[in-house]
T-cell receptor
Framework: NAGVIQTPRHKVTGKGQEATLWCEPI?????VFWYRQTIVQGLEFLTY????????DSGMPKERFSAQMPNQSHSTLKIQSTQPQDSAVYLC????????????FGPGTRLTVL | GDSVTQKQGQVTLSEDDFLFINCTYS??????LLWYVQYPGQGPQLLLK?????NKGISRGFEATYDKGTTSFHLQKASVQESDSAVYFC????????????FGSGTRLQVYA
């Protein structure tokens, strides 16, 4: 079991550019979560999918951020027109979704916006 | 909404010292309380869970207990090792519901040999 895979591990963008972050959940897991981690705000929930359907996006900034899960093997988080305040580690987690709240995290993607 | 407060930002200990980290929480649901550990360059990983049914969890020498009266739960270990150096997060989630975790701000543990 390879665990949750996130690519790229590091991404540097210029202000105003687009960034797309990828997540491959653990095979067989039906729930996928995205979190953002910064020194100041800590770990913040962004959004989650169950069986590829968006369930809760209450943590997503309303502008510029979007997430998709086109199939059960990957999810993407897209940030349009990146700003310096978007710099953070973006973490993806998956869980089996059978009333199982244990979430397995990937190593994260460190996004730096210059 | 749910909230978790973790006041100890950093704890510095020597090997074989006793570890105690406390969290308090606020929720209107029936929560499961969790401790996650994060090592440098990695995502958080589940260390322990405590439900309001069992009141206690034990793993890898760590013990987590829960006090409903004070809505607090804490993590302790009798004798820490240098390899325990990491950031420890408390978190809660509504029991039996797959949903977002609400995390505390984290406690950075530094253990010196």
């Amino acid at each position: 079991n390879a665990g949750v895979i996130q690519t790229p591990r590091h991404k540097v963008t210029g202000k105003g550019q687009e960034a797309t972050l990828w997540c491959e959940p653990i095979s067989g897991h039906s729930a996928v979560f995205w979190y953002r981690q910064t020194i100041v705000q800590g770990l913040e929930f962004l959004t989650y999918f169950r069986n590829q359907a968006p369930i809760d996006d209450s943590g997503m900034p309303k502008e510029r951020f979007s997430a998709q899960m086109p199939n059960q093997s990957h999810s993407t988080l897209k940030i349009q027109s990146t700003q310096p305040q978007d710099s953070a580690v973006y973490l993806c987690a998956s869980s089996s979704g059978l009333g199982d709240y244990e979430q397995y995290f990937g190593p994260g993607t460190r996004l730096t916006v210059l | 909404g749910d909230s978790v407060t973790q006041k100890q930002g950093q704890v510095t200990l020597s090997e074989d010292d006793f570890l105690f980290i406390n969290c308090t929480y606020s929720t209107t649901t029936y929560p499961t309380l969790l401790w996650y550990v994060q090592y440098p360059g990695q995502g958080p990983q589940l260390l322990l869970k405590v439900t309001t049914a069992n009141n206690k969890g034990i793993s890898r020498g760590f013990e987590a207990t829960y006090d409903k009266g004070t809505t607090s739960f804490h993590l302790q270990k009798a004798s820490v090792q240098e390899s325990d150096s990491a950031v420890y997060f408390c978190a809660l989630v509504e029991t039996q519901v797959v949903g977002q975790l609400t995390f505390g701000s984290g406690t950075r543990l530094q253990v010196y040999a």
